[in-house]
């Protein structure tokens, strides 16, 4: 005969406020098999707790119901106090009578107490049906995956190589450094972005716990939390990166010339090539779209001017396999491109470019060698107009958000502009100037005294072309007028949008994301670099758009994750997870089709006992499996139990109300 | 449709190739114009085959016999007796590599009246799908279209429908012969019979019935291929198509036109998620 306790927490006034607890209390007595029940104002603290521990022994309970919040808050909490005091711990069963009643009943106690009551005789009869389960515990690879190889992906292969655990950092281009490679100067203090960013790139090549594959995605990823499986595609790179020198005679010679990604298009590198000359490897690979000799067969200068030979136009895309325990997303961000705004003649007006293409022709290793002009006429401009929010806080044509970087680079090219051309003179168009950070408002307050830029509060509404310069007719919100400003070349702030891979990615590591394309984080305030799948954490851009002091943070937090997940050698998991009955199971392989998580496979049995003859039946790798039920669900011979949500428990809880 | 001749001389030549274990096929029932399927394990019986319109059961349900598991078969397959056998490969009961296949372009079986079925009449792959060998000329796919029984059916409301359903299975004697008939049901212990499953008793009683039938059209929604196996088999002439045409219809309205064994390795509705698929009706 079993033997339930239960135990009703007030949570404060959040539940007792909407419940009428001790009503349930007395309603829960009224069960037969209910032989212990009381209330408490916070079950989950330590009086709390000790009242269960006591209760345990005193009345000989054989299974325990708490009717309090979520068990996403206390399950750990409650199942640690019937360890504690000697009960299997898996024969607790949450009543969720908080999220599921006091909260979303709030007008109506007495519907709320009758919903309390039923949730708490629904949580008896299934924890009658309870067993006794025990952890299991799986082996770890101690192998980080990090994909991508921006400052985020960077940080976290650094912080986890550092802890002495193997990193294997995935990056799609022929370099790693990502958008900051691409960046002259940062704000709030101005130092110059490659210096701060290449000697990390080098700690990257040359770390003995860092295995860099550049030029390579990630295509598959199997398993689970401390036992991925991930397959990573080499992409050819028609270059044999071991024998390689570096030494830049194939790319001098070769006579193919192409947009130059690095610099925004705004000059031409070759069909062979490396990104830029700090890159890390420094090796070139060739662009197979562009590259004659492999298009159509004719050229192959590079191979000849090699001296080493390691031209190979024969080069195939490979697939390798990495064992993994944990992964760090750092896909980076995109940029919107501003089409959609028509009425400034984005397009059109040559001279209206985005803020990384101003980035690049004020960068030292820039197509200007750090002087801005203006692309019609290569004239270097006097009077810039800056023009902030394109794309974002746009619901019209762009997105929602607000990108968080655009006010500070803005201000970051007002003080370039005013280093790098004596006379010249910055307007800039703003909604708001959101500097939030340490340093920032200081920093923009400074670039307004020292660059003397005259910042107009409102949106601009039409750009048209006078001569050869642009005349920007704009709203100033503060004097309420409309204004024009005559203007030799306009830079647009453009929105920060995730990388556009990014939903891919996420629905290969089975991550969610959000309406834009920015991965989801488990919890927006406490858990906020994992994602709701255990193992798989989220650096930089990849999350939230982000400046580069919080991108570092949160690629830290990262690899501190990554390090608490390595530091034992096994893991332990619940054992909430599915079995199947060979005498039941008639081999159909639905189960094999729909489990997410490929914890499925097949194996022979003997058709009999004693039989030669065999059947293919599914087994379930319990180190997979993640007691989803979809199996259960699926399986019509019913020869798939899940541990913890038996038949018999759920029949239990839908027969008792 | 008669291609008793041709069938025999496929079953003569397999065997004497040693291609085949067994052979399935339909026999004359000895006492009336009615056939039978027939397991021929000898080649001196094969001259005891036949077909014509009147061979009327789908022989894939043969697949899951004693005598033919594991063995390499013959078998002989109308259009929706192939759309099984399509599934019964998908769903890994049964390896290809085992089977000869002799498809049939089927025109249609009648009853003992002579009118060809309903399921013939409304049927739109009477090629079939999966085959070695083709007797008949291919006449090509026709149509799906919504029954009139389901016409009828879709027109009643909800209370109206279950007092039908809760009238007609009061005739069920629950003597499993549908089961036993449906190609589809090859569980090696049907979740019916499970002791466990306190669900579907094993009182003969209209709510017990109900609800095991309903699980049953249940497993085979998107399934079933209309062969009505099944209707011919149940001795209390319960109008079980109506079950399965439901489902099937619901399916092919909501889940890409899906219709059961068309395609190698679909396994239905049930079995794939697609971004197209409709969710107004989960709640």
């Not at chain 1, 985005?354 to 401009?381: C, H, I, Q, W």
């Not at chain 1, 810039?384 to 619901?395: A, L, M, N, P, Y």
């Not at chain 2, 390795?265 to 009706?281: E, H, M, N, V, W």
Request: charged share 25%; aromatic share 8%; net charge neutral.
């Amino acid at each position: 005969m079993a033997r339930v306790g239960v135990f009703v927490c007030f949570c404060g006034a959040n539940i007792a406020d909407f419940v009428d607890v001790p009503a349930v209390v007395e309603e829960a007595k009224r069960i037969r098999e209910v032989k212990f029940a009381i209330h408490y104002k916070y079950m989950c603290s330590d009086p709390g707790q000790q009242q269960i521990r006591d209760a345990i022994v005193q009345h000989r309970l054989t299974s325990i119901v708490v009717a309090a919040c979520s068990p996403r808050m206390h399950e750990k909490t409650f199942r640690k106090a019937l360890s504690d005091a000697g009960m299997n711990p898996y024969l607790l069963e949450v009543a969720n009578i908080r999220e599921h009643s006091s909260w979303v009943h709030q007008k109506d106690k007495k519907a709320a107490t009758e919903k309390a009551a039923d949730l708490v005789r629904m949580a008896v009869a299934k924890s009658i049906a309870n067993e006794q389960l025990h952890e299991i515990s799986v082996p770890v690879t101690k192998r980080a995956l990090v994909i991508g190889g921006g400052i985020a992906g960077i940080q976290a292969a650094l912080d986890i190589a550092d802890a002495r655990i193997p990193v294997v950092l995935v990056e799609k281009s022929p370099s790693i450094g990502g958008k900051m490679a691409q960046l002259d100067e940062t704000f709030p203090t101005l130092d110059c972005s490659q210096c701060i960013l290449t000697p990390k790139m080098v700690d990257v090549a040359s770390h003995p716990y860092i295995e860099l594959i550049p030029y390579s995605e990630v295509i598959e990823l199997d398993g689970f939390v401390g036992n991925y499986k991930a397959k990573i595609r080499k992409k050819a790179s028609y270059v044999n990166f071991k024998t390689c020198t570096g030494c830049g005679a194939c790319w001098q010679k070769c006579p193919v010339k192409v947009p130059n990604e690095y610099n925004m298009g705004l000059d031409k590198r070759k069909a062979i090539y490396t990104p830029f000359p700090q890159a890390v490897p420094n090796k070139p690979v060739i662009d197979a779209t562009h590259c004659t000799m492999l298009l159509k067969g004719k050229c192959g200068i590079c191979s000849k001017v090699c001296e080493k030979g390691s031209i190979d136009y024969t080069m195939k895309d490979e697939i390798i396999e990495r064992e993994i325990g944990a992964v760090v997303v750092a896909t980076g961000y995109d940029l919107w491109d501003p089409k959609p705004y028509e009425e400034y003649g984005v397009g059109r007006f040559k001279d209206i470019i985005t803020s990384l293409e101003f980035e690049r022709m004020v960068s030292a290793n820039g197509p200007t060698n750090g002087v801005p002009v203006r692309p019609s006429d290569g004239k270097v401009p006097k009077n810039v107009v800056f023009i902030k929010c394109i794309g974002s806080r746009d619901e019209a044509k762009g997105i929602e958000y607000c990108s968080k970087i655009c006010c500070m680079y803005t201000t970051k090219h007002t003080i370039l502009l005013h280093h790098k051309v004596p006379g010249s003179h910055s307007y800039v168009f703003y909604m708001d100037i959101r500097a939030a950070g340490k340093g920032y408002e200081e920093f923009v307050k400074k670039a307004q005294v020292d660059t003397a830029a005259t910042y107009l509060r409102g949106r601009v509404s039409k750009i048209y072309k006078k001569g050869d310069k642009l005349m920007v007719r704009g709203e100033d919100a503060q004097i309420g007028q409309v204004v024009e400003v005559e203007a030799d070349m306009v830079v647009l702030a453009t929105a920060v949008i995730p990388n556009k891979d990014n939903p891919d990615l996420a629905r290969l590591l089975g991550v969610s994301y959000d309406k834009y394309g920015y991965m989801s984080e488990a919890h927006p305030k406490l858990r906020p670099v994992e994602t709701a799948k255990a193992g798989i954490f989220l650096a930089g851009c990849t999350q939230a758009p982000k400046d580069i002091p919080d991108t570092v943070s949160q690629a830290s937090a990262c690899a501190a994750k990554v390090c608490g997940l390595f530091s034992g050698d096994t893991m332990k998991k619940d054992p909430m997870i599915s079995t199947v009955n060979n005498e039941y199971c008639s081999g159909c392989q639905n189960c094999v089709k729909v489990c997410p998580y490929g914890a499925i496979v097949t194996e022979e049995v003997p058709m009999g006992h004693g039989s030669k003859e065999m059947r293919t039946v599914a087994k379930i790798n319990e180190g997979v499996c993640q007691g989803c039920g979809s199996c259960v669900a699926i399986c019509r011979s019913m020869a798939i139990t899940l541990a913890g949500f038996t038949d018999p428990q759920i029949i239990n809880e839908i027969v008792s109300i | 449709m008669d291609y008793t001749n041709q069938i025999r001389e496929i079953a003569a030549r397999l065997f004497s190739e040693n291609k085949i274990d067994v052979f399935v096929g339909y026999r004359m029932t000895g006492f009336d114009e009615n056939q039978v399927p027939v397991l021929i394990r000898d080649p001196k019986e094969v001259p005891r085959l036949v077909f014509n319109d009147k061979s009327v059961f789908n022989l894939t349900n043969y697949l899951k016999h004693e005598h033919t598991r594991g063995k390499r078969v013959g078998l002989v397959v109308k259009g929706c007796d192939s759309r099984s056998l399509q599934l019964l490969l998908t769903e890994s009961q049964v390896k290809r590599d085992r089977l000869y296949v002799v498809g049939i372009a089927c025109e249609g079986v009648v009853d003992d009246a002579g009118q060809k079925y309903q399921n013939c009449q409304e049927c739109v792959f009477p090629d079939a799908v999966v085959f070695d060998e083709m007797l008949g000329t291919p006449k090509g796919n026709g149509q799906y279209q919504v029954n009139a029984d389901i016409r009828e059916l879709a027109s009643k409301d909800l209370v109206e429908r279950r007092a039908y359903f809760e009238e007609v299975f009061e005739n069920c004697i629950r003597c499993n012969a549908c089961r036993h008939s449906c190609p589809m049901c090859y569980c090696a212990k049907c979740c019916i019979d499970q002791e466990s499953s306190t669900l579907y008793n094993g009182a003969n009683t209209t709510s017990a019935a109900f609800h095991a039938l309903m699980t049953w059209s249940l497993h085979l929604a998107g399934r079933c291929v209309d062969c009505r196996n099944c209707e011919k088999a149940c001795p209390s002439h319960l109008p079980l198509h109506l079950l399965h045409k439901w489902n099937e219809q619901v399916i092919y309205e909501n889940f890409q036109e899906h219709l059961a064994g068309v395609h190698e390795g679909d396994r239905g509705a049930f079995y794939k998620y697609s971004l197209q698929d409709p969710d107004d009706f989960i709640m």
